[in-house]
């Protein structure tokens, strides 16, 4: 990994109470994909949490350290030190650190779909911090704990109110009489960017439900800007019984392609 | 401020997602109050996140720095490094860093009493992380920013339900009908420390109740471990209306003479 040499002084505020923001980036020969809707999604965090945004030279500037092939840019933004306790302070100097690795996306996930899983944890409702990527994630954190079969691919989190939301670090979309359809994000959950750029590209209904929706889907995926898109071949309830199996078919593939397209990947083979 | 020297890496859990715990713990003379009662808090925390507790002679080392005098002696402890993504590592080796700085008791808001308001932001339903005094503070940063005046001592917040909790960074109690009350902490907030040791000592109700409880209080109090119990004189709406005035009486400074005993502050005088 390549790195900002520095880390983070012991009183920023992001180390001290998750007070900043979040960027993963995919990068292909030093190019950004997605880079537009990576720079609003910070745009509207720094709004929401009043942290002056960067200039986009400043975000942009890591990318001349990535050579050839793929890697993942992390972009970490903070309100910088200072302020009494949780009071920021009035006139702050936000701070800015990377990280550049290099990446191989899971190919197999792509062509054979995935198995996923329902987690216990439920997110909390919190409509002015849904959809950012802030660095408040213990949530995500405490979900992605709940198992360590690898087998398992992701897991699902519902609300506090019982609505389908996300999955731990990825985006949840299914089809379901015809129609493509992703969780509203409104009260919790990120907004990933691979999900931006697909609403824009694709008639996609964002709903309100509960995780029976699924049970009646022709075709679900998880995805993101990184990864792509993992059709779901079948989800698990939280005690690991089976509760949903799906046969990938061409439905799966066309969403997936659109999803690869914007990524730059290959597109998928068909079934 | 006198700090262990180095801040935190880039990779660090506690930067990246907010994935530790902290206190701040109250020294005199180099030896800190309520000791028993922060190291309970924070085994509790590395319970439910999965995170090694360290040794309590780890965790006291700092307080051979302090010299004579009032201080504040911030613990932070993180998962440490590694994991992939929000996935914790099956062995983490976690990190504590802490700093140490003067403090002295803003003695005119024991006098004199405190104005505070109602916040507008809705803390979240977490019952996994409720009581915990984790990294994940965003709502507390929202909620603290939403008022600027220094006349205004503290900000109350309610859960996404509607009921009453804590204050942004003090937990509230009050007296009704000659009972002492506070809020019950099993969806959200931070359970004090001073709290926990107010409540062994005097009979403190926890209760689940809206604002409108406070209009029927004789007395109420927003109160930690670090200040101290400040007795509220008047609290106004989000908006700047006043919503409820109390003058201070013997109940007042009974409780507060309690919670300063704990604290090895004077007791207070008598109105």
């Not at 972009?75 to 990377?98: C, F, K, Q």
Request: charged share 25%; proline share 7%; aromatic share 6%.
């Amino acid at each position: 990994m390549i790195g900002a040499a520095a880390g983070w002084p012991l009183d920023d505020r992001g180390a001290a109470y998750g007070d900043g923001l979040f960027e993963t980036i995919l990068v292909r020969d030093g190019r950004p994909r997605l880079w537009d809707e990576h720079l609003a999604r910070l745009a509207r965090g720094c709004h929401v949490l009043g942290i002056p945004m960067p200039a986009e030279h400043e975000l942009a500037a890591p990318l001349a350290e990535a050579g050839e092939g793929l890697a993942v840019l992390k972009l970490t933004l903070t309100r910088g030190s200072g302020g009494r306790g949780y009071r920021p302070p009035a006139d702050p100097a936000p701070r800015l650190r990377w990280q550049l690795s290099p990446f191989a996306p899971q190919e197999s996930r792509w062509e054979e779909g995935v198995r996923i899983r329902h987690c216990r944890l439920r997110l909390g409702i919190q409509p002015l911090l849904a959809g950012l990527k802030h660095l408040n994630r213990l949530e995500n954190v405490l979900a992605r704990a709940e198992w360590s079969d690898d087998a398992i691919a992701e897991g699902l989190l519902c609300d506090s109110e019982g609505r389908l939301v996300e999955a731990t670090a990825m985006n949840l979309f299914w089809q379901r009489d015809g129609q493509l359809e992703t969780p509203r994000l409104a009260r919790c959950g990120v907004a990933g960017t691979l999900r931006e750029a697909l609403m824009e590209r694709l008639a996609i209904a964002e709903v309100d439900v509960g995780p029976e929706a699924l049970l009646a889907a022709e075709a679900v995926w998880v995805a993101n800007s990184v990864q792509g898109a993992w059709p779901v071949v079948r989800l698990d309830a939280a005690d690991g019984q089976p509760v949903g199996r799906w046969s990938l078919g061409p439905a799966h593939r066309d969403f997936q392609a659109e999803a690869h397209r914007l990524l730059g990947y290959p597109p998928p083979a068909s079934t």
